[in-house]
């Protein structure tokens, strides 16, 4: 149930950051500084994507970087916006920190659970963890 959650949480950031990259500027929400913003939405994203597919760690951090390079490319195409390396990178790089970090959550959360369950086992069969 979490894991389908933490997937559709992923898409609809997609969505909702291809919006914002793609629509008008004054249409466009603003919350914090560029930078900021960019490395945030990318970040919850690719947390959100890694905790619904946890063992697509590969794959969800080659989606992130794709979708940071494709968004920035399409922004070529909008009139009133234009498309930065330095935005496609700082997009990229919270996109792969966002996975990283769900990795490592989901990592620590297992750790946890083996242990509880070790120390279970041990309690009912009378031995020492």
């Known amino acids: 149930m979490i894991q ?3 997937l559709v949480t992923g898409w609809v950031a997609l969505a909702f950051i291809a919006f914002a990259t793609l629509s008008p500027i004054r249409d466009r929400p603003t919350l914090a500084g560029l930078q900021l913003e960019h490395f945030a939405a990318f970040a919850a994203m690719g947390l959100a994507f890694a905790l ?4 697509r760690t590969l794959l969800i951090a080659t989606m992130m970087i794709a979708s940071a390079v494709a968004l920035e ?3 070529v ?3 009133d916006r234009h498309g930065r390396v330095l935005d496609a ?5 919270g996109g792969v920190c966002g996975v990283g970090v769900g990795r490592v959550g989901t990592q620590v959360w ?14 009912r069969t ?3 963890a």
């Open 73 to 75: 490319s399409l922004q």
């Open 110 to 123: 297992w750790a946890r659970v083996d242990r509880v369950k070790n120390t279970l086992k041990s309690q």
């Open 4 to 6: 389908r959650l933490s």
């Open 52 to 55: 619904g597919a946890p063992r």
């Open 126 to 128: 009378g031995t020492s």
């Open 89 to 93: 990178f700082v997009k990229a790089a």
């Open 77 to 79: 195409l909008t009139p």
